[in-house]
């Protein structure tokens, strides 16, 4: 599972006009990545380092803050541009694999107590952040 994590003042996500997700002042927006070996271990463990990883100012994790996190599930981040000038997804888990693990992250980051808003799996979105710092981090769990 592959997450960038950004520490944002201020996000929101919508698909065709419709807000989806959205928050004011300090939080994280993670662009979440699945690959086809991931499952219910990758999930706990990106959803543990999501949750209590020191981004936010201060040395503050979004759990120690109480602050909000975005998940939007993004298979583009598992693509591979080495050769010729079209990326190729292959390594890109199918929806019916990936999007149930995008859910478990976010059910486990909830049951953490943290405020988490989505996108929508599979849509066109418009993500929309202040990267604050900026702070963006790729994170791979194996």
Do not use: C
Not at 24 to 53: C, S
Not at 87 to 107: E, H, I, K, S
Not at 134 to 140: E, S
């Amino acid at each position: 599972m592959r997450a960038v994590i950004q520490r944002a003042h201020g996000a929101s996500v919508a698909v065709e006009g419709r807000v989806t997700a959205s928050f004011v002042g300090e939080g994280l927006v993670v662009l979440l990545g699945v690959t086809h070996a991931d499952g219910e271990q990758q999930a706990a463990r990106i959803a543990a380092k999501i949750a209590e990883m020191r981004l936010l100012r201060g040395e503050r994790s979004a759990s120690d803050a109480g602050a909000p996190v975005i998940v939007v599930s993004q298979f583009t981040l598992y693509g591979d541009a080495r050769k010729g000038r079209r990326p190729t997804w292959n390594a890109a888990a199918p929806g019916p694999v990936a999007q149930p693990l995008v859910a478990r992250v976010v059910a486990l980051l909830r049951e953490r107590g943290l405020t988490v808003g989505e996108g929508v799996f599979g849509a066109d979105m418009a993500v929309t952040l202040t990267n604050d710092g900026p702070v963006t981090l790729i994170l791979d769990v194996e």
